[in-house]
């Protein structure tokens, strides 16, 4: 079947550090792969996304490349603000779009201090 | 962008009860709706999948008589809870999914507590 399995949070960075948080999947055909957001009290936000091996999705500052020999979609940022705070979820589709089943990871919560 | 939104954002009911949720997108037509449950600093388990017109599709485990699921039209879909008890109280999270400008995404609503006392 098809798993996602990221970095237990939480992660907790000052202001400006360099943030990485690890994701790995496995899955039964040729996923398309995400990373959401879920900031306090809210609903998930998609992100980024990448549809095949060597895409680089990107959005405010973070990114992630797809990695299919290390099947990997670490979700990296150069300078985390306070405002990034917020629970992040690598999630994965086979037949290449969202508006099929997602497959979510466990979820990495971000703390940011100032 | 689309808009998914829940109604209620947060309910309290009594053990026993039954507590209908909606799911509504506001700015375009969801081929299918997607409803989720998240337990506290849990990640997002895939309760059904809902088309428009038709049965929903429960992942394993849900029982389907418990959680009631209508897609009654291409802007709505409802999550009934019936006879809810503690063990329920969770976040429910809804999402729509569209095809717009050749892409098909998932669009997430904001979600809703639901408290069983």
């Known amino acids: 079947g098809n798993s996602v399995t990221q970095m237990e949070g939480p992660v907790t960075l000052s202001e400006e550090a360099f943030l990485t948080i690890n994701c790995t999947y496995t899955a039964t055909g040729y996923p398309s792969l995400f990373w959401y957001v879920q900031y306090p009290g809210e609903g998930l936000q998609l992100l980024l996304k990448a549809t095949k091996a060597d895409d680089k999705g990107s959005n405010k500052g973070f990114e992630a490349t797809y990695r299919k020999e290390t099947t990997s979609f670490h979700l990296e940022k150069g300078s985390v603000q306070v405002s990034d705070s917020a629970v992040y979820f690598c999630a994965l589709t086979i037949l290449g779009g969202a508006g099929n089943m997602l497959t979510f990871g466990g979820g990495t919560r971000l703390m940011v201090k100032p | 962008g689309a808009v998914v939104s829940q109604h209620p954002s947060r309910v309290i009911c009594k053990s026993g009860t039954s507590v209908k949720i909606e799911c509504r997108s506001l700015d375009f037509q969801a081929t299918t709706m997607f409803w989720y449950r998240q337990f506290p600093k849990k990640s997002l388990m895939l309760m059904a999948t809902s088309n428009e017109g038709s049965k929903a599709t429960y992942e394993q485990g849900v029982e389907k008589d418990k959680f009631l699921i209508n897609h009654a039209s291409l802007t709505l879909s409802t999550l009934t809870v019936t006879s809810a008890h503690p063990e329920d109280s969770s976040f429910y999270i809804c999402?729509?999914?569209?095809?717009?400008?050749?892409?098909?995404?998932?669009?997430f609503g904001p979600g809703t507590r639901l408290t069983v006392l």
């Open positions: 999402s729509a999914s569209a095809i717009a400008g050749g892409r098909n995404e998932q669009f």
